[in-house]
């Protein structure tokens, strides 16, 4: 009698365990589908430029439609810029992948990693120069299939903590020490 109502038991437990084991997708960015957008601004936000850096490579864990964490690497050796033309717009990508800002040369890579999500509350760290911070940002599915989930998110990144700094104090002062990054992603199975 003993052994039936152990087995039963056990039987019990097992069945019941197997309907909260609930299986964690791992997702691969689309890099050429997903999008970065940078915005840096003058002092008091008076005027911006902006622009766009490309995705190297991505991933997600994803959980019952929720982002659980993730990792990405940014190529900053593609930063670009959207608001000027010609010789300026060259003058300025140069500037920004020169040594005063983010010395792609040396730093090719930027990294963001997502540890944390809770609601709509991301957290984890941003790495630039090789000097990793951490971060704290909003995040928003838009949607979550089976084989596709398209998240975006807001990032203000204090430039000054990843030592992006314009190497003469007047014009470093007249540069906003954030700049934000409006992220797009596509990651499909």
């Known amino acids: 009698m003993n052994k039936k109502v152990l087995t039963l038991a056990a039987i019990t437990v097992l069945v019941m365990t197997s309907f909260l084991i609930v299986e964690i997708d791992s997702y691969k960015v689309d890099v050429e589908q ?5 915005t840096g601004y003058h002092l008091a936000k008076s005027y911006e430029h902006n622009g766009n850096v490309k995705l190297k490579s991505g991933s997600l864990e994803v959980k019952n439609g929720k982002i659980l964490s993730g990792n990405f690497v940014i190529d900053m050796t593609t930063i670009t810029n959207n608001d000027i033309e010609g010789e300026k717009n060259a ?3 140069n500037h920004l992948k020169s040594d005063d800002f983010f010395n792609t040369e040396k730093f090719p890579e930027a990294k963001l990693v997502i540890k944390k999500v809770e609601g709509s509350k991301a957290s984890g760290e941003v790495t630039i120069r090789d000097i990793t911070e951490p971060i704290a940002f909003d995040i928003k ?3 979550a299939k089976d084989d596709k989930v398209i998240a975006s998110a807001t990032l203000n990144i204090d430039r000054t903590k990843h030592e992006v700094s314009y190497g003469w104090t007047i014009e470093n002062a007249m540069l906003s020490n954030e700049f934000k990054m409006e992220v797009k992603i596509i990651a499909t199975k």
């Open 34 to 38: 997903s999008n970065l957008k940078w």
């Open 91 to 93: 003058k300025l990508v």
């Open 141 to 143: 599915i838009k949607e």
